[in-house]
């Protein structure tokens, strides 16, 4: 089956780094999105991998690896805005989008 | 504003009645989405139209029936409401055609169904 796992929820520190991590087992693979959820509110797109590497988009930053099925999304300078869930989502080879359950980040100051 | 709407944003109803989500795209996107969001948080896909016609349907009872009379508009009817039906849908919307996941997908502000 197809799978993706997140940690369910991580604390950090206003001011800190933290690292959130996305393991996936899809049929194929032709990207990795990572959106953006605060409580009561819409999801929002942060930032779309599908080469390796890392994209770096201001304070936010996205990891990829195929051949591990790994990714991970850095967030640096925390602020308590960033309090959110971040969702992973895997486009498989058939162009379904696969969500993660999400990840609840807790900025505390 | 360039965006996704959705109404209503609250629904609280009873059991067994009828009701209509609605969601419209002023984007130009080809490509509209319902998403139901449960008390778990996980964002489960339910229907994919591309263009007015349906690419996606994950395995939804067929109480649940979407209407797209145009590409910009995607309507959501759900037939004798059940108690697990409460839950968040969100409506979203993509630019590329033919259900090719790889564009980012733009969410409605939710609607909120409570089913007492």
């Known amino acids: 089956g197809q799978n993706i796992d997140q940690p369910t929820e991580m604390t950090a520190t206003e001011g800190a780094i933290v690292q959130i991590n996305c393991t996936y087992q899809t049929s194929g693979f032709n990207g990795l999105f990572w959106y953006q959820q605060h409580a009561g509110e819409a999801p929002t797109f942060l930032s779309y991998n599908v080469l390796d590497g890392l994209e770096e988009k201001g304070r936010f930053s996205s990891f990829l690896s195929r051949s591990k099925g790994y990714s991970y999304l850095l967030l640096k300078e925390l602020q308590m805005k960033d309090s959110a869930s971040y969702l992973c989502?895997?486009?498989?080879?058939?162009?379904?989008?696969?969500w993660g359950a999400g990840t609840k980040l807790i900025i505390k100051p | 504003d360039t965006a996704v709407s959705q109404t209503p944003k609250y629904l609280v109803t009873q059991m067994g009645n009828d009701k209509s989500i609605k969601c419209e795209q002023n984007l130009g996107h080809d490509t509209m989405y319902w998403y139901k969001q449960d008390s778990k948080k996980f964002l489960k896909i339910m229907f994919s139209?591309?263009?007015?016609?349906?690419?996606i349907n994950e395995t939804v009872p067929n109480r649940f029936s979407p209407k797209s009379p145009d590409k910009a508009h995607l309507n959501l009817h759900i037939n004798s409401l059940e108690l697990g039906d409460s839950a968040v849908y969100f409506c979203?919307?993509?630019?590329?055609?033919?259900?090719?996941?790889?564009?980012?997908?733009?969410f409605g502000p939710g609607t909120r169904l409570t089913v007492l």
């Open positions: 979203a919307s993509s630019l590329a055609g033919g259900g090719i996941n790889t564009d980012t997908q733009y």
């Open positions: 989502a895997v486009t498989d080879s058939n162009y379904q989008l696969i």
């Open positions: 139209y591309n263009n007015k016609e349906l690419i």
